[in-house]
């Protein structure tokens, strides 16, 4: 079998499964959820799995095994960006599915039992939060987020459970250790080095810590005709002082980044000087303190802007989770595997974060990255090559190999 062109038709077909616009748009809880669901059973179904939907709404394919070894975990998420690529996420689930079909095509019994898990909401797009299935089985969800709304002001505890979740289950979901060994999560770069490097494949070395914030500008509205420049407390103005020293100061920080994703106005009418800017700064850093720092530094800029143009400023952080480090144990075997497939793979850092960044809290974690054309990400034009996700499949296979031998 061809795996790789098996990969880009089930991932073309899954891509379907979106709200209409460009490339994919695959929110939690969704009737597009739902139907990339049933595609991904049949993809655990033909993987020789057996199927249940936890009660964070996690699907979980589990191979037959009968030894009582600790599983492996192999998992990535369902969800995208809104007009996001056909990989992110996704292909991780559909690997080691792949990889599972080939080794049952070998005949190779494994001495412990394998489970693919396809997560709900990695992206934390839909509600201000994220990594729901993770941390519900690593004891980690904040209950809290179950009252965090969408744009509808639809509740993620609602939709989860219209959905057929259970949010009072969620606290009872937590994974006994000893009952998993590893998590592994396939996923596409979404950078560019494997490009500049010529390579299939990547060991992934940590996942960058993560935080974001909410942030207020207030001054006051009026004509924007009649009222004179002197003297006017606009709240944009205060706000485009802001964004652009976040942005020039993260640029000569190496290894961090800073970004405001959204801004809303009000009134946010052409003719009335804008009284309110809101809007999210997302930091990140593969070091904790760098980025506690550098936040703690974008409040006093924040304040002494607002001051300079006579406006009002909050800031409040919203999310944050801690940069992870990769098992170096397993990140050895996913090397082995990488040679036995003929692939000199480099280790790099990840600057997006994953699943992985929760499941570390349960048990060692790593990350294969997949080549990723020309480091575009969270765009329709995200691209996997057919002959580097055969190569995955290829290395899956060994590193579950590699995984058995070590039993
Ligand atoms: O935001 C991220 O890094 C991930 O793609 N959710
Ligand atoms: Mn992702
Ligand atoms: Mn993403």
Redesign the pocket.
Known sequence: MDWGKEAERRLNEIATCSAPGPGVTRFPFTPEHAAALDVIRGWMTQAGLSCHMDAAATLIGRSASTAGAPAVLIGSHQDSVREGGRY?GIMGVLIGCLALEQLAAEGVQLPFPVEVLAFAD???VRFPT?LLGPRALTGQLDPDALAMTDADGVSLRAALAQFGGDPDALGQMRRPRDRVQAYLEIHIE?GPVLQRDNVPCGIVTGICG?ERNSITFSGETGHAGTVPMQGRRDALVAAADFIARVHDTAAGRDGLRATVGTLNLKPAVVNAIPREAELTLEIRALSDEERAAFAAEAQVWGTEIAAARGTAFSMSRTYAQPAVPCAPALMDTLEAACRHSGIAAPRLPSG???DASAMAALCETAMLFVRCRDGIS?RPEEFASAEDMAAAVQVTCEFLKGRAEAA
């Open positions: 992110d990695e992206e934390g994220a979404q993560i997006a974060t994953h969270h």
